[in-house]
């Protein structure tokens, strides 16, 4: 959880959750990243991936124009 944390104050994940059905996949990021390989960095000595208890798998991913993921609950309040 430290890890998502600290990539998330810097602005690099923009999304996040769990799924709720308990599958293979248990859940998603989205980055905010100019590369996956900037996505995938700070997770090369994460612990859980490194034990195999993650796989972790990244894709380019675009959305629509004028698509917005509201960060926090303050930026929220303000969204029209």
Known sequence: MALIRQVSERGEI????AFEED???????IFSTASTERARGPYANDPAFVAGRIVLEFHNWFAPAGVRVVPN???AARAP
């Open 14 to 17: 923009i999304a996040a959750g």
């Open 23 to 29: 599958g293979d996949l248990r859940g998603m990021r």
């Open 73 to 75: 609950a303050k930026d």
